[in-house]
């Protein structure tokens, strides 16, 4: 018998959430532009802020009500339940950006005095605000390198002198942009070994590279799964938005402090992403099945150093056994080193004709940006050398155009 528990996320992307018959019989969900929602009685309205706000707890199967934009909304609830669907968690929160949805869980688990250790490297982003606003507000951090999760990880922290503050493990796998992967078992372990009854260690990942389809973080022990839903989950270049997903007393939490920062997505965005999430897998399989055959042709090129691909990875590899058990697809994502330098770099980009020199990745086009002057440039230059990050990396999201023509933008390119 086919129902909701049975289908794929692919076929659950169709219908789940959304009843037609509260919308005329449309047959896809209507945008719900409206700043407020109406109460049947005072006690519903009641019942309704006691949940929203914090002050008490959902009860099993019980239905929320609508409020207002700002907490929830009809586009939010739907697109959030589908999310969730891919990831394998109770709910999610959407967000008004990738950034949003990232320094809101650090806002809501983060006080002065904890503990934050995070990999590197990071979305230039991501670090920026960890080793500039957090230490303003007293949150102490530490950095590990990819192949330190373990033993390695667990002394650091000792060392650190805030062993017993330790609030948050933060990663990111693979690494932007130089596909370094991280074990997420291994790192669930040290959160869970130095969690204590009254103050759990949280786990979270950025998931934006390869998941939802490739990477299941909460599989791997993670309690979050955080993305710049504006890459793959958007994956049109015409929306910004963020997402986490998350089960409990977690979701509940990021939730309370998105209702209070304000930061939610707009009904008009979640409905695009809505409508991004029914074609999520068929560009993803394309992009990844186009990057296989756009890495084979970088190895081959005399003007190209090295490249960074899931793909070259073999058995003895530092990374391979982490990427057996943690992905399933090698993915869309490429970096290589143009031999020279930054002006190499620069003059290969320029070239370019139909691959488009752009910041972001995971959309139809083929993108494609150099990390340390642009994504990644407010890196220190020691750090970002000790971390790979060069001069002469570059950075490609494959699209989903027809391999043979990337292909050859980027030969003509080099020849040049």
Not at 342 to 367: C, D, R
């Amino acid at each position: 018998m086919i129902s909701h528990d049975t289908l794929h996320p692919e076929s659950l992307m169709m219908s789940l959430g959304y009843k037609p018959h509260l919308s005329e019989g449309s047959i896809k969900c209507p945008i719900f532009m409206t700043s407020t929602f109406v109460f049947n009685t005072a006690e519903e309205g009641k019942r309704f802020f006691e949940v929203a706000y914090g002050l008490s707890a959902p009860k099993p199967d019980e239905e929320l009500g609508l409020i207002y934009s700002r907490i929830n909304n009809p586009n939010l609830e739907i697109l959030e339940e589908r999310l969730a669907a891919w990831d394998g968690t109770e709910g999610a929160a959407t967000f008004i950006s990738g950034m949003a949805a990232i320094t809101t869980v650090f806002l809501e688990f983060l006080k002065p005095g904890d503990l934050l250790v995070y990999s590197e490297p990071l979305y230039g982003g991501t670090e920026h605000y960890i080793n500039t606003y957090l230490p303003s507000i007293g949150v102490h951090t530490l950095a590990f390198r990819p192949g330190e999760e373990g033993d390695v990880l667990r002394q650091k922290i000792q060392e650190s002198g805030y062993a017993e503050r330790l609030a948050m493990i933060y990663t990111e796998t693979p690494a932007n942009p130089t596909g370094d992967l991280v074990d997420i078992e291994k790192c669930s372990r040290v959160a869970k070994a130095l969690s204590k009854q009254d103050k759990k260690v949280i786990l979270a990942v950025d998931n934006t590279y390869m998941g939802p389809l490739w990477q299941k973080p909460i599989k791997h022990g993670a309690d979050i799964s955080l993305y710049s839903a504006t890459k793959y989950l958007g994956g049109h270049s015409d929306i910004i938005a963020g997402a986490v997903c998350a089960s409990g007393e977690i979701l509940q939490r990021i939730k309370v402090q998105r209702t209070f920062l304000g930061n939610m997505l707009s009904p008009f965005s979640a409905w695009l992403m809505m409508r991004s999430l029914e074609t999520l897998a068929l560009r993803m399989e394309k992009s990844a099945s186009n990057a296989e055959r756009v890495n084979a042709f970088l190895l081959n090129q005399a003007q190209v150093e090295k490249t960074y691909f899931l793909g070259n990875l073999k058995v003895g590899d530092k990374d391979y056994e982490v990427f057996k058990k943690q992905y399933t697809s090698t993915g869309g994502m490429i970096s290589f080193d143009i031999k020279g330098g930054e002006k190499e770099a620069f003059s290969f980009l320029n070239k370019l004709k139909m691959i488009k020199l752009a910041v972001s990745l995971g959309g139809t086009e083929s993108l494609i940006q150099h990390p340390q002057t642009m994504t990644h440039c407010s890196i220190p230059q020691e750090l970002a050398e000790a971390i790979n990050i060069t001069p002469k990396l570059i950075r490609l999201s494959v699209g989903v155009e027809h391999p043979d023509d990337i292909i050859a933008d980027l030969a003509q390119a080099l020849a040049e």
